[in-house]
């Protein structure tokens, strides 16, 4: 049946109005600042840390970006050094995984909540890396994010256990054992902090996931996805649907399960793909036995993503096995960086506890002593919107 003309005209008046507005969020969350306006940021940044980030990208006027023989190409990357390090003594590694829709640029919103907890003790003194996970080195609404995986679009995870990894060992002064080295991050992030870290469990030792997506396919035996978790009542998506919603960017843009995951693999590969990476059913597939990796999870009761119920599944599944997963919840909390900065403080507690006993001993908190390969400091700038606490 047609629409009478006059709500025809209002439907296609509506519809008009609301692509305007996307178009309008998308310009301005995920554009980049003016490179004139980004020149001085990281001189400015670095000045207000007891620590110092490098800068190996092209985000400031000079492209000092690592070779990734992995995807062919340069990548971004900021290395943070604590306080008191000189390339002799050794400390922990910490490389943090942005969200979707982000870049290695989302570090800066949290570079001084970080510095100032390891100045003041709360937090023991690490090597942080943020590397580029975003497809294209240039994250927006349509070239999402590769969740730093092997797939179609790129050799990311060779890109970070094989290229980045070799990096790091050559140029930075890193503690060897796997307890001391750390994954984590924050919605994608989180979801491939945990892939990584069971598939790379000879590296790893600590993985953690804010907001993480590690079910993802999630489901109640109704085949319900946003369900509230029930351990009589669990069942898994058997079917990829492109069109099927996933959450919203922001409270606002909606996600769908084809914008995701289209990137990745062939649509009628996509449920095995999905499933082969899925942390939720790693766990048993890569045999993850009690003792072999430190883990936490953090989110809120009322994830627009359904990342709580997800949580709920992994912990569950893990527990079968008699493994353990530590967790922090935020009651009423959703997918967004009010709930991510109520969860930063017990964050960097556990992973604290975790690293801790792999600073070097009787740490001074010294000012930094910038090795021989750090390029001369750049600006830095942070988005408009992060999965990560100020």
């Not at 930075?172 to 989180?190: D, N, T, V, Y």
């Amino acid at each position: 049946m047609s629409l009478p003309m006059p709500c025809f005209r209002q439907f296609v008046l509506r519809c008009s109005a609301c692509c305007l507005f996307m178009a309008f969020i998308s310009t301005v969350a995920f554009a980049k600042p003016p490179a004139l306006f980004k020149k001085n940021e990281l001189q400015v940044v670095n000045g207000k840390l007891q620590g110092h980030i490098l800068d190996f990208t092209h985000n400031h006027g000079c492209d000092r970006r690592i070779w990734s023989n992995a995807l062919c190409s340069k990548r971004d990357l900021y290395v943070y050094l604590p306080p008191g390090y000189d390339g002799v003594k050794q400390f922990p590694l910490l490389i943090w995984l942005h969200g979707f829709s982000q870049d290695e640029e989302s570090f800066l919103g949290f570079a001084t909540t970080f510095d100032r907890a390891i100045a003041s003790g709360k937090f023991p003194p690490v090597v942080l890396v943020i590397p580029d996970g975003s497809i294209r080195g240039k994250p927006t609404p349509i070239n999402a994010g590769s969740f730093f995986l092997n797939s179609r679009a790129g050799n990311f995870e060779d890109y970070l256990m094989i290229d980045l990894w070799c990096f790091l060992c050559e140029n930075f002064a890193l503690r060897p054992e796997k307890e001391a080295h750390a994954l984590a991050g924050a919605s994608m992030g989180g979801f491939s902090a945990f892939n990584l870290g069971i598939k790379h469990r000879d590296r790893f030792g600590v993985i953690a996931g804010m907001l993480p997506l590690v079910n993802l396919r999630y489901s109640d035996c109704h085949g319900r996805r946003f369900a509230d978790f029930d351990p009589n009542c669990q069942g898994w998506v058997e079917q990829y649907r492109p069109l099927a919603y996933s959450g919203r960017i922001m409270h606002v843009i909606p996600v769908f399960q084809g914008r995701a995951m289209r990137p990745l693999a062939p649509r009628q590969e996509m449920r095995d793909f999905i499933s082969a990476e899925n942390p939720g059913e790693m766990l048993h597939c890569y045999d993850v036995q009690p003792g072999e990796l430190a883990m936490w999870v953090g989110y809120g009761t009322r994830d627009g993503f359904n990342a709580d119920a997800q949580s709920e599944s992994f912990i569950w599944h893990a527990q079968e096995r008699g493994v353990c997963v530590d967790a922090s919840i935020i009651p009423g909390g959703a997918h967004d960086r009010i709930t991510a900065k109520k969860l930063f403080p017990p964050l960097a507690q556990w992973l604290g506890q975790q690293l801790g006993p792999y600073a070097p001993c009787c740490y001074p908190a010294l000012p930094i002593t910038a090795p021989q390969h750090e390029p001369a400091p750049l600006p830095i700038i942070a988005w408009p919107f992060l999965l990560v606490p100020h």
